[in-house]
């Protein structure tokens, strides 16, 4: 009886998620290739990346001087927005875990052996608040491939990503408010457009993500990493 009882919980369960937002099947042969791309990616992100931020700047061209990718790829926004965007255009929510944990994988790997084997230092706590963000990182794009899905569901989770990048790229005190960088700020633009699917559904996702955004701005996450 009680078997019986969890199995038909489950079902409801799958079904109540289904109306959220219907999964789409996809052949074998693409996910294997979409998921080995994404670790590629990965593992090409992470190696820039530590490149960018162990390179002198008077040595970089000067259109990445004025950018300044080497501190826009070590904080926290690209690779919120990032794990966002293969979240949500995954096919299905397992998909949408797997090939964020692939590609969180091949970005730790690669940015910390870099740092560790070629520049020679080792920065055990980040390294271990990343290690623990990509494991938990295929549960959470779980959560956010709903996010383009149906009803106050999505619309909520859609405000809590746009919550957290906000976060990267406004400061909000008493007295002031503040773009922090003009590439976190064309990122937070672009996670808009992503999680676009109505203007109804997206003001509502803006009005609720900006208001959480103030009444958390002052709450310090992962030594101030999100």
């Avoid at 005190?173 to 109804?200: C, H, M, N, T």
């Amino acid at each position: 009886r009680e078997r019986c009882i969890i199995m038909i919980r489950r079902v409801e369960m799958i079904h109540f998620l289904i109306e959220i937002r219907s999964p789409i099947k996809i052949s074998l042969s693409k996910k294997f290739l979409y998921s080995t791309l994404l670790l590629i990616a990965g593992v090409i992100l992470g190696v820039i990346s530590k490149v960018l931020d162990t390179t002198p700047s008077n040595y970089l061209p000067y259109f990445l001087q004025v950018l300044d990718l080497g501190n826009f790829f070590s904080s926290m926004g690209i690779w919120l927005f990032l794990a966002v965007v293969i979240s949500v255009y995954s096919k299905t929510p397992i998909r949408s875990a797997i090939n964020v944990f692939l590609f969180f994988v091949g970005m730790v790997s690669s940015y910390y052996l870099y740092t560790v084997l070629v520049a020679g230092f080792y920065p055990k706590s980040y390294m271990m608040i990343w290690i623990f963000m990509t494991c938990i990182s295929p549960f959470l794009a779980f959560v956010c491939w709903y996010a383009k899905g149906k009803g106050i569901i999505a619309i909520a989770i859609s405000s809590i990503i746009l919550m957290f990048i906000s976060r990267q790229a406004f400061s909000f005190g008493f007295w002031y408010f503040d773009i922090r960088y003009s590439l976190e700020f064309i990122l937070w633009i672009a996670a808009i457009f992503v999680l676009y699917q109505s203007p109804k559904q997206i003001i509502q996702v803006v009005s609720i993500g900006l208001l959480l955004f103030f009444l958390a701005s002052q709450i310090n996450l992962f030594m101030g990493m999100l």
